[in-house]
């Protein structure tokens, strides 16, 4: 009996071979796929981080440029109203020369 010369061993052979090319393709695009999505997932996370930090660090220089002019004037309106906390600070309630405050 001769096998390796038959056409049902390379057949077999054939169709083995085929099934394993396509397993290990799929198994490739997966693990390209989760690779992929996890790295996704970081650069999302890092890209939302920065964008925290720079809200922060423009609410610091904010602040700091506010206190670095000793406040800033906001008139009194029904909106805004004079700080209650400040009421002993004699120049909370400032008024202009025509009388608005």
Known sequence: MKL???????YR???????????LWTASLLALSIWNYVESKKEFNH????QAKLLIQKDIDFRKWNASHAGVYVPITKESKPNP???DFPERDIETKTGKN
């Open 13 to 23: 052979n054939l169709k083995a071979t085929i099934i394993f090319m396509g397993i």
């Open 47 to 50: 890209f939302f981080y920065l």
């Open 85 to 87: 906390y400040l009421k």
């Open 4 to 10: 390796f010369g038959t056409k049902y061993f390379f």
